[in-house]
C-alpha cells in the first residue's frame, strides 16, 4: 500500500510553499471556496499522475508570477519501507521526476506505481459531455493498471497523428496510409480487448455500489461501444480511405470509442436527477477503486473533493457507511462546510487529520 505521509508542494497554483504530515486514514481539508481545498488534492493527484486532474496544460500550474513549480512526495510502500518521489516542472522545459534522488527516465514507468482515483464536480462532464471525457476516464484508470496498454495508447495515438498528417497533404500516398493501417490495426485490438474486459468487469461493481448508495431505488447499467466490434481496424480504415481523403481526417477507429451509462434502460443524462447523476458517479469511482485495487494489489489513494455537494442526508450516511469500510485505504476529503466535515468524519474514525485552508495555507486543526 502506498501512502502519503507527507507533501512539500512550492509555486503550484495559489499555494506559494506547504509542508504537511498527514495521517494513514482520513485526511480532511476545509475552507471557502478559492482558498485552496482542491489545489491540494490535485498536488496529490500531480504526484501520482504526472499531471494535473483539472487543467489541460501545465502552464494554468503555475503560481502567478512564476515560471516552475515543484512538488515532493513521502510514502509508505509498505513492509516498512519508504520512498521519496520528487517533480520539477519549468515552463517550456520537461518534468524533471524522481525518486529517492534517482531520475526517472520515462515517466510512462512511474504511472500505476501510485495508484490514485479521484472524485470530484467536474466528473459530472462524464455524464454531460462528448465521448473525448470517456474515453480520458478509460485511460486514466487502464493506464494504472496496465503499462502495456498505456504504450499501445501512445503508439496508437502517434500512428493516428501521422496518419492524419498524409490525409491532409495535397495528395495523400494510398501505400503510405496502407502502412500506417497496418500498424495502427497491431496496437488496436490490445486496446480494443483491455476496454472492452474492463467495462464488462466494471458494470456488476458499479451496479452494487450504486444501490448500497441510492439504497436500491434505480438499476444502472454500462456498455461499451466501439468501430471495431463490426471489424478488424486495418479493414475499417481500408474501407473508409477514400472518404478520409475527403475528410481530410481519420473517421473510424478507437478515437470514437464510447460507454454508455443509462438508468433503467434510459441514458442518465437525460433521465437522472442531479442527485441520481452524482450518486452514479460516485458509484463509478468506487467501482473503479475496487478494481484498480485487485490489479494493482494495493489500495490506491482516494481523493474526494466536494462530494456531498447535491446529495442528500440519506446518500450521505449511505456514502459515508461504504468509505468507514476496511476495503479503503488513505482518503482525502475536502469540503467547504468545516463542521459538517468533522461531524462526517468524527463518526467514521477517529483516526485522522484536519487542515484549514486559507488561500494556500494549510493549518492544522485539532478536533
Do not use: W
Not at 480487448?193 to 444502472?220: C, D, I, M, N, W
Not at 489513494?301 to 450516511?317: A, H, N, P, Q, T
Amino acid at each position: 500500500m502506498a501512502l502519503m505521509e507527507k507533501i512539500v508542494v512550492q509555486d503550484f497554483r495559489n499555494i506559494a510553499l506547504a509542508e504537511l504530515s498527514f495521517s494513514p486514514n482520513v485526511n480532511c481539508i476545509s475552507g471557502n471556496n478559492g482558498e485552496g481545498k482542491t489545489n491540494l488534492i490535485d498536488a496529490v493527484y500531480y504526484l501520482s499522475m504526472t499531471k494535473s486532474a483539472f487543467s489541460p496544460s501545465d502552464r494554468y500550474c503555475f503560481r502567478h508570477g512564476t515560471e516552475r513549480f515543484s512538488l515532493a512526495g513521502t510514502y509508505a510502500m509498505g513492509g516498512g519501507l519508504s520512498s521519496r518521489f520528487s517533480l520539477r516542472v519549468e515552463a517550456g522545459g520537461q518534468k524533471k521526476l524522481r525518486r529517492d534522488d534517482k531520475p526517472v527516465d520515462r515517466i510512462s514507468d512511474h504511472i500505476g506505481t501510485l495508484p490514485v482515483v479521484l472524485v470530484c464536480p467536474s466528473d459530472g462532464s462524464l455524464v454531460s459531455e462528448s465521448g473525448e471525457e470517456r474515453r480520458r476516464f478509460l485511460n486514466a484508470v487502464l493506464s494504472q493498471m496496465d503499462r502495456e496498454y498505456l504504450s499501445a495508447m501512445q503508439q496508437y495515438n502517434r500512428l493516428l497523428a501521422q496518419r492524419n498528417a498524409v490525409l491532409k497533404a495535397d495528395r495523400a500516398d494510398d501505400g503510405l496510409l496502407e502502412v500506417l493501417d497496418l500498424r495502427m490495426d497491431a496496437v488496436a485490438s490490445r486496446i480494443y480487448e483491455r476496454r472492452a474486459g474492463f467495462v464488462k468487469e466494471l458494470e456488476p461493481v458499479l451496479a452494487r455500489y450504486y444501490a448500497l448508495l441510492s439504497g436500491g431505488q434505480e438499476t444502472v447499467s454500462v456498455s461499451y461501444r466501439s468501430d471495431l466490434e463490426k471489424d478488424s481496424l486495418a479493414s475499417l480504415l481500408a474501407s473508409s480511405r477514400e472518404k478520409d481523403k475527403i475528410l481530410r481526417f481519420t473517421s473510424c477507429g478507437l478515437q470514437r470509442d464510447d460507454i454508455l451509462f443509462d438508468m433503467e434502460g434510459h441514458p442518465i443524462r437525460r433521465c437522472g436527477s442531479q442527485g441520481q447523476q452524482k450518486s452514479f458517479l460516485v458509484s463509478l469511482k468506487f467501482a473503479q477503486y475496487d478494481i484498480m485495487k485487485a490489479s494493482c494489489g494495493i489500495a490506491p489513494i482516494l481523493l474526494l473533493d466536494d462530494v456531498f455537494d447535491k446529495l442528500d442526508m440519506g446518500r450521505i450516511s449511505n456514502l459515508l457507511s461504504l468509505v468507514a469500510g476496511e476495503d479503503f485505504g488513505q482518503i482525502f476529503i475536502t469540503d467547504s462546510n468545516k463542521v459538517r466535515l468533522r461531524d462526517i468524519v468524527g463518526g467514521i474514525t477517529g483516526d485522522s487529520a484536519f487542515f484549514e485552508s486559507v488561500g494556500g495555507n494549510y493549518t492544522p486543526v485539532e478536533v
